[in-house]
């Protein structure tokens, strides 16, 4: 099972809301990103944890701030955001110590910030 | 630092043509490659990858071979349908602590 699941599919929201995305995966996997796309690019790294750490940050303003509460779980909290924020965020998952450390992506969330 | 160029797009061929999308590298040493398949609206999916020089990745009728010598991992398929209407990203990762590195990616409609 190469499953990730993400929630909402789809999200919208005005510039003084706080949402949440979530994230989630069963494949035993200790890395776990988050990812903004905009249409026909490819996608950009916002944040990656291992082990449940945060270990790189791409310098993404602080209106977005991730979570890792378990291995199997990621959020990505929303707060005053932009309407450029509005993209597809995609999660997705690796094993850190396997040999080709493919990540596997979730369907993503499309985000529309009004 | 690392890079992945490919060719540019959009391409577009009947069904039953043949595919070639090239993609290059710029890397040290030996990342692995991958090739990435988006659907419209959906998230990315992995579609095949290599690790070493000279390794052929294959899934679903797509082949890339590893090519150390051209820095190259060019994705083909013999017979494209129109279900493979997609956008193909390649990338690559030199390890588990490292980005994985895409290129711009390319739009690929397959018409009947």
């Known amino acids: 099972d190469t499953e990730v699941t993400q929630t909402p599919k789809h999200l919208v929201m005005g510039m003084t809301n706080k949402k949440s995305l979530k994230c989630e995966q069963h494949m035993g996997h200790r890395a776990m990103y988050w990812y903004k796309q905009k249409a026909k690019k490819p996608p950009e790294l916002m944040f990656v944890y291992s082990y449940e750490k945060l270990s790189i940050n791409e310098s993404v303003p602080s209106r977005f701030s991730p979570e890792c509460p378990n291995s199997s779980l990621l959020n990505l909290h929303l707060h005053a955001l932009q309407p450029e924020d509005s993209a597809l965020y995609l999660c997705a998952s690796s094993q850190p110590s396997r040999g080709t450390y493919e990540q596997y992506f979730g369907p993503g969330t499309r985000l529309t910030v009004t | 630092g690392d890079s992945v160029t490919q060719m540019e797009g959009p391409v577009t061929l009947s069904e039953e043509a043949f595919l070639t999308i090239n993609c290059t590298y710029t890397a040290t040493g030996y990342p692995s490659l991958f090739w990435y398949v988006q659907y419209p609206g959906e998230g990315l999916q992995l579609l095949l990858k290599?690790?070493?020089?000279?390794d052929k990745g294959s899934n679903k009728g797509f082949e890339a071979t590893y090519r150390k010598e051209t820095t190259s991992f060019h994705l083909e398929k013999g017979s494209v349908q129109v279900s493979d209407s997609a956008v193909y990203f390649c990338a690559l990762k030199h390890g588990a602590n490292s980005k994985l590195t895409f290129g711009k990616g390319i739009t690929l409609s397959v018409r009947p």
């Open positions: 290599a690790t070493k020089a000279d």
